[in-house]
Structure formats: C-alpha cells, structure tokens
C-alpha cells in the first residue's frame, strides 16, 4: 500500500464519515429487525383477538386463515375462475342505499319473529348448508349445529359433503333444527338410499342444490383441498348410512364440463319430489324462469344463490338476481336468499329485496374456524344484532316493515 493509501484511510475527515454512516444504518428500524432472533419480526405490536373482543364478521376472517392450513383456508374463500362472480357478489350490496326511518326507533320495539315453512324463527336467518367442517376446527358439524340452536335456535341446513354423518349431528342437539342439503345421484337407488336416511334421523326437509357446476373451481391447489387427489379431506365425504359413496374428485381435463351437476333434469326432480315426504326446496335458483319452473314441479322453496361465487364465473349476483325473481314468485313460495352476506345491513338489503330469509356460509364458517362452536354462535348473534340495529334505524318494528320502500337499488 503507497503512501497515498495510508493517508486515504487515516484521513479524519474519512473516519468521521464512517462513523456518521455505522451510526445512522444501527438506527434504522431495518437494522433493528434484522438483529432480531425472530425469524418472522413484525413491524408493530400485534395480537390476536380475543372472542370477547370481536365486533364484526370480519373480525373472524384474520383468525380463521391462521387457524387452519392453507388449503382448507383456500377452498373456503375462494370462487370459480377468474372469482368475478365472487366479487361481484359482495360488491353488489354497495349498490343498495337503505333510507333512513322517519322517525327511527328504539331496538327494543324491533321484532323480526316470523314463521316459514312451519319453521318458527326469531331471525330471519338460518345458516347455509357448508362442506367439511372438521377441517375448520374439531367441532364440525355438530359444533355448528350446537352453534346454531343456541342463537336463538336457528335452522341449520346440513351439507351433503360433511365429514360428521348426518345420522350423528341430528341426535346431537336437543331442540334444534336440521334440514338436509343434498347433491342429485343420476342412480335412484342412491338418491332414495339418502332420503330414507334424512328421514330416519327426522330431516324431513331436503334442499337439493341444482347450480351450475362445469369446474371444480380450477387453482392449482384446490384438488388437493379435498385431502387429496383422489379423496375430499379428512374422514372423507360424510355419506348418509347406506348410501354409496361418493364419486372420485375430478382432475386435468375431466374437471371441466363432465359430470358434476350440469346433468340434471327436471324429470330427476320429479322423481326426487315423490321420495322426499317432506318439504322439498331447489337451491342456486337465478333466473325467474327456472324460479317458476320449480314451483310447476312441487318444490316448496327455492333459495336464491350463486353458490358464493364457486358455481359459474361471470354470472349476476344473486342479490342482482333477487328482485326479478321475487316478482315472477310473486309469493307462492318462500324465497330464501345466500351469497355474500357479511352484515347485518346486507341481510336488511336482501329481505328489502323481497327474500324471507338469508343463509350464512363463509361468515359462519369463518367463525366456527376461529373459535369452534363459541365463534360460530358469535358469528350468529353479531349478525342478528346488527340487523336488528340495522331495522331500528330504518323505522322497522317488525319483518314485514323491511321492504323495497326502506332501499334504493342501483344495479345498472
């Protein structure tokens, strides 16, 4: 090393520099977290919230994508395709205003009690019929349905893809509700094998879900999220004692415009309407058209849904869909409604919309995963609680005061 060099790494001036430098990169937040024995350091204090602590639906979400793995959380939130549908679905409560009442009134003088089907409710709000719920926590199926009976006894429609059989979640309340959601076989003998199990364990309600179904909502990961290539998660797709079982999870090519649910026919239904002795409803009705069409083949109900944005890309949402359909009813039958409901203010716009009831799904998956059945029966109530604030404010005593004076819709 010259001279020169030796000058150049003495210099004062140099020193100083350096100095200054080391000084304000050890101040910096980056180095602070870099020096951290925590491989995952976080910006700012944070913590999870208590179930006390929840305030909204929302609340749950955060929780729930921490609670299970990230396949299940997946399958949970995500739609078909591009998720077009999915979006547009909750964007679609933003284009419905809700008047404020002249005068309001006090929540006290709010009863929303109403009677449907012959099912007593003190909500109008039951929870919708949702896949593999042990995945979410332990409690599962039976867990939701403890859930759902202390919320003020709400109906809970129960899932064909269950991982607890139905003939264990029936006996497991004292009190509740069960009705029994059911995918179409093309074999009557299997779909006769499932009513008489419905009706062994006192399900005399079925609601078949007819929407469209020509993918199994194609990420990459969702095959899997059934546990499996070939299989549909832990313990498997909840089959009704007796009935067979289910078809194997579709892959590659297969899984677009083969089998599913694109077969169905109304002779099907007409044949599935003489074995069911109970009330029969059709779900994922979104076209007025096939509204009445299921009142002409003896349904007694029909539920206004696009399966939460996971049946068919680039279609309405359902609450687009509702006002049409309600005026082609015109009352015959009751019309329930599901697909996005986050707050009480959007069970308000659908009922306004003309719906008799709404069904839960991801709300109260989300709080089912975060607190077992405690969440999801806080889920429930936040819901029941917000619409009754949400009434109150709009002037309405009572169920039948929610209507399509209390709104205004844009949907153009």
Partial sequence: MGDIERAWLTNPSRRKALARMAGLVAGSPVAAAMAQIDPHPLGEHRRALSLAE???????????????????????????????????????????????????????????????????????????????????HPDGEIGMYRAATAASNTMMMLSANNQTPVTQVAPAVTGGTLWAQYYAHEDLATTQQWVNTFNSVGCDTVVVTVDQQAAYYPRTLHDRNFGGRGGRGAGGRGAAAGAAAAPPALTGAARYGVNGRIWYTWQHFDALRKMVKGQLLIKGIMDPEDAL???????????VSNHGGRSMDFGPSSLEALPEIVAAVNGRVPILFDSGIRRGADCFKALALGANAVCLGRAARWGLAAFGSAGAQRAMEILQQELVQTAATAGCTKLSDINKTKIRADFA
């Fill in 293 to 303: 069409l299921s009142i002409q083949h003896g349904a007694d109900g029909i539920v």
């Fill in 54 to 136: 929840i305030q909204t639906i929302f609340d749950f979400e955060p929780l729930f994508f921490g609670n299970v793995s990230r396949t299940i959380y997946d399958y949970s939130a995500h739609g078909d395709g591009t998720e077009w549908s999915l979006r547009r679905n909750r964007q679609a409560f933003d284009w419905v205003d809700i008047i404020p009442g002249r005068p309001a009134v006090a929540v006290s003088q709010v009863d929303l009690s109403s009677e449907m089907l012959g099912l007593k409710m003190k909500f109008p709000i039951v929870i919708a019929p949702s896949s593999l719920q042990v995945n979410l």
